[in-house]
T-cell receptor
Framework: DVKVTQSSRYLVKRTGEKVFLECVQD?????MFWYRQDPGLGLRLIYF???????EKGDIPEGYSVSREKKERFSLILESASTNQTSMYLC???????????????FGEGSRLTVL | DQQVKQNSPSLSVQEGRISILNCDYT??????FLWYKKYPAEGPTFLIS?????DKNEDGRFTVFLNKSAKHLSLHIVPSQPGDSAVYFC????????????FGTGTRLTVIP
């Protein structure tokens, strides 16, 4: 069965702390994504990666960075967390040539981050 | 600038009746559309999709209709069941463009038993 696993379901951090959110997929997918979900704003793309060590900015990359050292792992980093980064973070992956038959993204269960 | 819009934040429907969720888009380059369903504390799961070469796609109780001229799509659920209560996100992509899905803001569907 397809699996995208996010390391932490719930985190509470303080303003200014460095935060790592880890995501692992077991489907050998080329593409991996980080979204955040906020009420009334839907899902917004932060960063994505289509290959190891490759990354592309999404719609809201400010305040975030990412790392993809291995194909199966995509990490989201908040260098200095702020209260406006309190959100639900969703990792997703998709197969080769995102242009596959379904265009389907497979999502993890999400990581709810609260920054105090 | 929201390229995919779901103007109804919530919808309540009686069990057994039809649920119709609507979605509008502005980018004429979008050529693939998907619906995702999300339960609280879970990630979204893929529900159904449609290519721009079609105007309808059906999968069991779920049917998606696409009206390209109006840049509008809708998801019909018939009959609605209490287990369908969730947030539904519409998403769109331009297959020849960036490697990205654009999501709407979601509609919370409540099916009343």
């Amino acid at each position: 069965d397809v699996k995208v696993t996010q390391s932490s379901r719930y985190l509470v951090k303080r303003t200014g702390e460095k935060v790592f959110l880890e995501c692992v997929q077991d489907m050998d997918h080329e593409n991996m994504f980080w979204y955040r979900q906020d009420p009334g704003l839907g899902l917004r793309l932060i960063y994505f990666s289509y290959d190891v060590k490759m990354k592309e900015k999404g719609d809201i990359p400010e305040g975030y960075s990412v790392s993809r050292e291995k194909k199966e792992r995509f990490s989201l980093i908040l260098e200095s967390a702020s209260t406006n980064q309190t959100s639900m973070y969703l990792c997703a992956s998709s197969g080769a040539g995102y242009r596959d038959d379904t265009g389907e993204l497979f999502f993890g269960e999400g990581s709810r981050l609260t920054v105090l | 600038d929201q390229q995919v819009k779901q103007n109804s934040p919530s919808l309540s429907v009686q069990e057994g009746r039809i649920s119709i969720l609507n979605c509008d888009y502005t980018n004429s380059m979008f050529d693939y559309f998907l619906w995702y369903k999300k339960y609280p504390a879970e990630g979204p799961t893929f529900l159904i999709s449609i290519s721009s070469i079609k105007d309808k796609n059906e999968d069991g109780r779920f049917t998606v209709f696409l009206n390209k001229s109006a840049k509008h799509l809708s998801l019909h659920i018939v009959p609605s069941q209490p287990g369908d209560s969730a947030v539904y996100f519409c998403a769109a992509s331009a297959r020849t463009g960036a490697n990205n899905l654009f999501f709407g803001t979601g509609t919370r569907l409540t099916v009343i038993p």
